[in-house]
């Protein structure tokens, strides 16, 4: 039969309860032993001095040892025995010949302690034994004559000591008490330390401690997250295999200060700010990772900090699929706004039966787009800034303006570490904005120009418009999330991400725009070392 499994609140308070028992009959026998002792010794002295006290009398001086002495003798050792309440005084002489005893039967016969034998050679002492009737004291004090100098016989006084038990069986009333108000104390305190306990562990049985242990462990394994945790001295106390592999350690590291690898210094700051950090993009090991990284609080103090780390190569492969979808849609929809238009010239000019006229257009428009389509293709690698670059050119057509793309223009590599959704953001907002800027001069031309070079080592490209510029005052506010100077619309976001996503891959932007010139937006971007 398989035994209750009991609470930890029960446990603690029978562990409690039970060391509070030990304790006080501990205490309590170790008490008593000293009383005991204590008694001893007290009982000893005191019958030394009546055997002294015996020994120093003349009647028993002068009798001892001598025929008919015990007439005297027994007389005045039983007085004193009746008087003092010793247990018996038994007086010898030299040869151990007892003169007084308590039972008369005994007297005339010979001594058999075994503890004597000092006694008869002048020697005072108190002895300890083991008698019929338990344990004794006895004193034994040589009885001398002629100024001392010569010893007659030994003066023997006994008294029974208490057992420890019997002492025990004579304060059985107080133990009773002491021990009860000790155990109701540590019942109470037993319960109350039980009670805080569970409360500082959620109510939790070690059980389900231990089983909700391993699910939070199964948890941090199987998501497909890195999560990575710091204690308030920054050491590692949870690494799960996903974080692992990013980083490229293993288990050794749990236990060591955490700025040693990845990105610790970033985590240590959080633990000291206690502000957390959200959606921080970085490349760890090659690996391109979104990093969250918050505080962790009890009772309002910073006790360590928790990393998540995101994988954003699948991710970022699926948004640039979509961002190149995306492209494209946008090129097909202004190729089809702009080839409705050519159409209705078409039309036009065979309504006014212009053939030749209309052929020529045909052949001009034709040749145009097959020789920009040519040209995206041959020079720039990913179809993403390709279909990108398409769309915008259809989009300058709309609003009546001019985006040239510099035919030298190049880009057969993208810079290492370097993501073509980055680009596409970073190129996208810089020509629509360019465009935007162009839109707005009334009168002048509407030219845009892009060109863009680079390689694994890295990128430059410039986007150059022919805007109405930007003043000094503005220039400094331009990167500002919200910021816009265009009011009709409410934007202000463009060349925000432009900035945040070249100072991600550590690359620069220059701004000029000279009073009555062109305004040029100028970004190199470095091919990507690994970084932590």
Do not use: C, W
């Amino acid at each position: 039969m398989a035994l209750p499994r009991l609470k930890l609140g029960t446990k603690i308070a029978l562990l409690s309860f039970a060391l509070v028992f030990i304790a006080v009959a501990i205490g309590t026998v170790i008490e008593v032993h000293r009383i005991s002792v204590l008694m001893e010794n007290e009982r000893g002295k005191r019958t030394m001095a009546i055997a002294r006290t015996l020994a120093q009398m003349t009647a028993i001086q002068e009798n001892v040892g001598k025929p008919g002495g015990e007439k005297i003798i027994q007389p005045i050792a039983e007085k004193t025995r009746l008087s003092t309440g010793v247990e018996y005084i038994v007086i010898l002489d030299m040869e151990a010949t007892r003169y007084s005893h308590p039972v008369e039967d005994r007297i005339g016969g010979e001594f058999t302690g075994t503890d004597l034998g000092p006694a008869l050679a002048n020697n005072e002492y108190i002895s300890r034994a083991e008698g019929v009737l338990g344990p004794s004291v006895r004193a034994f004090t040589p009885v001398k004559v002629d100024e001392g100098n010569r010893q007659v016989g030994v003066v023997v006084v006994g008294v029974l000591t208490p057992t420890i038990f019997a002492l025990l069986k004579s304060v059985r009333i107080e133990i009773y008490l002491t021990l009860g108000l000790g155990l109701v104390v540590g019942l109470v305190g037993s319960l109350f330390l039980a009670r805080n306990v569970k409360q500082a562990m959620f109510s939790l049985e070690p059980e389900e401690i231990v089983r909700l242990l391993k699910e939070r462990v199964a948890i941090f394994e199987a998501m497909g997250e890195g999560i990575v945790a710091i204690d308030a001295d920054s050491r590692i106390t949870i690494i799960n295999d996903e974080a692992r592999r990013i980083f490229g350690v293993d288990e050794s590291v749990i236990g060591q200060p955490v700025q040693k690898f990845g990105p610790g210094t970033r985590l240590v700051r959080v633990l000291h700010t206690g502000q957390p950090e959200k959606n921080v993009e970085r490349i760890i090991n090659g690996v391109t990772i979104l990093s969250n990284r918050v505080p962790i609080r009890r009772d309002h103090t910073i006790v360590g900090a928790v990393a998540t780390f995101r994988d954003k190569t699948e991710l970022n492969r699926l948004a640039e699929e979509l961002t190149g979808v995306k492209a494209f849609v946008e090129a097909l929809r202004v190729q089809n706004h702009e080839n409705m238009n050519k159409l209705h010239t078409i039309a036009g000019l065979i309504q006014l039966e212009r053939y030749q006229d209309a052929l020529d257009y045909i052949f001009n428009i034709t040749e145009e787009q097959q020789e920009l389509t040519h040209f995206l293709t041959r020079n720039i690698k990913d179809y993403s800034l390709a279909g990108l670059l398409l769309g915008k050119y259809g989009r300058a057509k709309e609003l009546r303006a001019e985006l040239i793309i510099d035919r030298h223009s190049q880009l057969k590599e993208i810079p290492r570490g370097v993501d073509i959704s980055l680009l596409v953001v970073v190129i996208g907002n810089l020509l629509e904005n360019a465009l935007d800027a162009v839109s707005r001069v009334e009168d002048g031309k509407r030219r845009v120009y892009f060109s863009i070079a680079g390689d694994q080592a890295g990128l430059e490209l410039e986007v150059r418009d022919t805007g109405p510029g930007i003043s000094s005052e503005v220039r400094e506010k331009i990167f500002e999330q919200g910021f816009t100077t265009n009011k009709s619309k409410s934007r202000g976001l463009g060349l925000y991400l432009v900035q945040r996503n070249i100072n991600q891959v550590n690359g620069r932007v220059e701004v000029k725009s000279p009073p009555g010139g062109e305004t040029t937006f100028m970004v190199y971007i470095p091919g990507q070392s690994e970084q932590v």
